[in-house]
T-cell receptor
Framework: DAGVIQSPRHEVTEMGQEVTLRCKPISGHNSLFWYRQTMMRGLELLIYFNNNVPIDDSGMPEDRFSAKMPNASFSTLKIQPSEPRDSAVYFC????????????FGDGTRLSIL | SQKIEQNSEALNIQEGKTATLTCNYTNYSPAYLQWYRQDPGRGPVFLLLIRENEKEKRKERLKVTFDTTLKQSLFHITASQPADSATYLCALGDSGTYKYIFGTGTRLKVLA
């Protein structure tokens, strides 16, 4: 079975540009999480969805960040305008919405803002 | 605020020995604790889950303990192999929201 698929794997863009990261969760999973990972702060939860509805976006750093989940098989994380401090690896994970279930992560998007 | 601490320094051990990694937390009462493995350039991969009412969980060469009084979990890899070299993350989960907070991870290197 295909795992969580993220695209692009790498993105390099200039400050001020719009960046869109994409995620396809595992079929049948009803919860989706967006994380950001840096050396200094580790893996931080940005937002999570349950049944396509945003449940908790308290980790979204600023209004420049937005996330959508138009259907059960697709989600986007958008940064507009991007800044150098947004450079990080962004991960998407999906799971079945129960506390004991593991999260399945994609291989991330490495984002560099120049 | 909630805080999770994992040893930020890399842990180097000899092949065949038991590796022990520590996860300490404060200002939190998690219902679940998970351990993940992360290889360079890849996403974390789930290894084990332990619940707040469980003291110990085993899976093959892996063992996890959970002490809610000490607010600590220990992760053991017995008969370690060079292929076990990776970064290991602990994650604490809330029973109400099922939201997990991750530690920054400990890098393990098993020397042949």
């Amino acid at each position: 079975d295909a795992g969580v698929i993220q695209s692009p794997r790498h993105e390099v863009t200039e400050m001020g540009q719009e960046v869109t990261l994409r995620c396809k969760p595992i079929s049948g999973h009803n919860s989706l999480f967006w994380y950001r990972q840096t050396m200094m702060r580790g893996l931080e939860l940005l937002i999570y969805f349950n049944n396509n509805v945003p449940i908790d976006d308290s980790g979204m750093p600023e209004d420049r960040f937005s996330a959508k989940m138009p259907n059960a098989s697709f989600s986007t994380l958008k940064i507009q305008p991007s800044e150098p401090r947004d450079s990080a690896v962004y991960f998407c994970a999906s799971t079945i919405f129960q506390g004991s279930q593991p999260q399945h992560f994609g291989d991330g998007t490495r984002l560099s803002i120049l | 605020s909630q805080k999770i601490e994992q040893n930020s320094e890399a842990l180097n051990i000899q092949e065949g020995k038991t590796a022990t990694l520590t996860c300490n937390y404060t200002n939190y009462s998690p219902a679940y604790l998970q351990w993940y493995r992360q290889d360079p350039g890849r996403g974390p991969v789930f290894l084990l889950l332990i619940r707040e009412n469980e003291k110990e969980k085993r899976k093959e060469r892996l063992k996890v303990t959970f002490d809610t009084t000490l607010k600590q979990s220990l992760f053991h890899i017995t008969a370690s192999q060079p292929a076990d070299s990776a970064t290991y993350l602990c994650a604490l989960g809330d029973s109400g929201t099922y939201k997990y907070i991750f530690g920054t991870g400990t890098r393990l290197k098993v020397l042949a």
